[in-house]
């Protein structure tokens, strides 16, 4: 059974950090590309970041305008688990934040509030 599990969100203030991991079940997942999407109620789903595989591509990462130069993407493919820096926090970036493992299996998401 294929099961992805966020953990790390949480409330901050503006300017702080928090760093999301999301492990991974069930899957080959060195195979597999690593994406961070996150959702604000009321709007669609909206593209954080991706990790490529290391094994079936070259592990390159791709970024939002809006997060790129504050948010670090990194995957340890020995301990399954794909891995969301966020630096530099707005109270923009306040949205439920979920990974997926290229668009065909998804977490059940986790919170993320920044709020002074």
């Known amino acids: 059974q294929v099961r992805l599990v966020e953990s790390g969100g949480g409330s901050v203030r503006p300017a702080e950090s928090l760093k999301l991991s999301c492990e991974v079940a069930?899957?080959?997942?060195s195979r597999w590309h690593m994406h961070w999407y996150r959702q604000v109620p009321g709007r669609q789903r909206e593209?954080?970041?991706?990790?490529?595989?290391?094994?079936?591509?070259?592990?390159?990462?791709v970024y939002a305008d809006s997060v790129r130069g504050r948010f670090f993407v990194s995957r340890d493919d020995a301990q399954a688990t794909v891995y969301l820096q966020m630096n530099g926090l707005r109270p923009e970036d306040t949205a439920v934040y979920y990974c997926?493992?290229?668009?065909?299996?998804w977490g059940q998401g986790t919170q993320v509030t920044v709020s002074s």
């Open positions: 593209f954080v970041a991706s990790q490529y595989s290391y094994t079936t591509s070259d592990g390159h990462t």
């Open positions: 069930g899957l080959d997942f």
């Open positions: 997926t493992a290229d668009h065909t299996y």
